[in-house]
């Protein structure tokens, strides 16, 4: 059975840092993409950034400049490195595993909360 364990969430005053890390365990399953989501209060989920197995990336418009995907493929993890925060962007963020070449995959963390205060 998969699972995605998310940390490094936490609270931070708008302009900090917060740095995310997903660990995939569990199966021999592998995975070509990697992404993170996240919901706002209030919002629909939205995807943040992805990572392949080839080492492509792609990120929301609204996070590009500011946010960065990376994976460590020896310990399955993959990593969101989120500089600049704004308040707005206070959510729970997840981690999501796709077998495929997708932005949304079948296995999910169970969320991490970031509150970036103004």
């Known amino acids: 059975q998969v699972q995605l364990a998310e940390s490094g969430g936490g609270f931070v005053q708008a302009g900090g840092s917060l740095r995310l890390s997903c660990v995939a365990s569990?199966?021999?399953?592998?995975?070509?993409?990697m992404i993170w989501h996240r919901r706002a209060p209030g919002k629909e989920r939205e995807m943040v950034a992805f990572?392949?197995?080839?080492?492509?990336?792609g990120y929301a418009e609204s996070v590009k400049g500011r946010f960065i995907i990376s994976q460590h493929k020896a310990n399955n993890t993959v990593d969101l490195q989120m500089d600049f925060l704004k308040p707005e962007e206070t959510a729970v963020y997840y981690c999501?595993?796709?077998?495929?070449?997708?932005?949304?995959?079948?296995?999910w963390g169970q969320g991490t909360q970031d509150t970036v205060s103004s």
């Open positions: 999501n595993a796709a077998q495929g070449f997708s932005t949304r995959g079948d296995y």
């Open positions: 569990g199966s021999a399953v592998s995975f070509n993409t």
């Open positions: 990572i392949t197995s080839y080492g492509s990336t």
